[in-house]
């Protein structure tokens, strides 16, 4: 039991070792902020405005500090408390069966843990957003959004845990080689059909209509050979007021989302040279390439759960005295964090190289003013911070800061 303890309070460490990261890069990022914008982004702002954002930026960042301490206190106390071994034991009390108690184990902490964090979350919609005029979401929709992805989230989630499971009991340590497959295929298939099966659960997608911006559109796409069937406009003002585009799919199912935002607020120049850096991600290949290094990344957390899942020190550490399945994924998970830092860490190197290139290719093919002016033109709407620090851009920043971005397009 001794052993058991130290593993217990080594589980507690690490997320301690998280929590304070993460508040000394947000620290940092505040002390950062400057009067001034960097230099060449002067015109972005007036003196007010630029001040606006700086206030953001801070009303964020002190909020954000508060729901991560929040949640490190609930963590922190649940695991020392044996608040997991608890929870294990009571679903035990319901089923005796592991898949139905692994379940139940996992369904009833998610809702738990999503319920806990609504307060948060309505504060930084209906407080923080509303407060900057970014907010657009009615409490219907909030909660719409809530239900749908309840719903979504058992579906698929405990689909995925219930065939973990299976697998588990059939095939013991060698589940990670047919999980490693069932997870290759889910993220294939939700990187192809996301835009066409998820997204229109809480969006609602329509073509881009015929007329100038989309003749500007497609006169680019023959240029560049990029074949251009799936074009839409999300209302996204539907939830805010900031604007955004991404590129979603594979092959023939690739699709192109514009944000009603950027179409109804942006030039026909500034909407191409958008397009075109989405283009560039699908020329790049980024978007394989990111479905490649996802896969890998499961292949390694896979790979490493098959050596500790049958241990049952984990078990121990968490409040049970007989082995739990539910226990010793918990374990591994808090004992992975370090881990997923440095893999999140080059998943944002990896990202920020992307976006660089999709902007080369957005330049080299239709010209850097009319990006650069896009760009600008959304920092300045959703009132981005200028001037983030660099230790806080390379651990959580997974597009390059507006002033690198206009410098390598300017060079």
């Keep these: 039991m001794e052993i058991a303890k130290l593993m217990m309070w080594t589980l507690a460490a690490i997320l301690l070792m ?5 508040m000394t890069l947000t620290l940092l990022n505040l002390s950062n902020l400057s009067v001034q914008p960097p230099q060449g982004l002067e015109d972005l702002y007036d003196r007010e405005k630029y001040e606006k954002s700086q206030q953001y930026e801070k009303d964020k960042s002190r909020f954000s ?35 139905w108690s692994t379940l139940l184990f996992f369904g009833v902490f998610a809702l738990a843990s999503d319920l806990i964090s609504i307060p948060f979350s309505l504060y930084s919609t209906f407080v923080i957003e509303e407060r900057y005029g970014f907010n657009r979401t009615t409490a219907a929709t909030f909660i719409s959004d809530r239900i749908k992805g309840y719903i979504l989230g058992g579906m698929l989630g405990g689909s995925l845990l219930g065939m973990f499971v299976l697998f588990y009991q059939f095939t013991g340590t060698s589940f990670w080689i047919y999980m490693l497959i069932v997870f290759s295929l889910f993220m294939i298939v939700m990187n ?17 209509p015929q007329g100038e911006v989309r003749d ?13 069937s799936n074009l839409y406009v999300m209302d996204g003002s539907k939830r805010s007021a900031k604007a955004n585009a991404f590129f979603s799919g594979l092959g023939r199912k690739k699709k192109i989302v514009l944000f009603d935002t950027l179409v109804n607020n942006y030039s026909k120049e500034e909407l191409v040279a958008v397009l ?42 968490l409040g049970s005295t007989d082995y739990s399945l539910a226990l010793s994924l918990i374990a591994f998970v808090l004992l992975y964090t370090p881990l997923s830092v440095i893999t999140g860490i080059l998943m944002n190197m990896f990202s920020r190289k992307n976006e660089f290139e999709a902007d080369a290719f957005a330049k080299n093919t239709y010209g850097a003013a009319s990006l650069i002016s896009a760009l600008k033109k959304l920092s300045s709407d959703s009132l981005s911070n200028l001037s983030p620090h660099p230790w806080y851009v390379f651990f959580y920043y997974s597009h390059p800061p507006l002033a690198q971005r206009v410098k390598v397009l300017l060079s």
């Design 216 to 228: 500007a559109i497609e006169s680019y796409c023959r240029k560049n050979n990029f074949t251009l």
């Design 18 to 22: 998280n929590y304070l990261m993460s």
């Design 192 to 208: 192809a059909f996301y835009a066409s099966w998820i997204l229109p659960l809480f969006n609602k997608l329509t073509p881009l």
């Design 276 to 317: 075109a850096h989405e283009v560039g991600h699908y020329k790049k290949k980024h978007t394989l390439w990111s479905l490649l290094f996802s896969i890998l990344q499961m292949t390694l957390m896979l790979y490493l759960l098959s050596f500790f899942i049958n241990n049952k020190l984990f078990s121990e550490a």
């Design 65 to 99: 500090m508060i729901a991560d301490t929040f949640s490190f206190l609930a963590s922190f106390i649940f695991l020392v408390g044996g608040g997991y071994g608890w929870l294990d034991g009571w679903t035990k009390t319901i089923t005796p069966d592991v898949m």
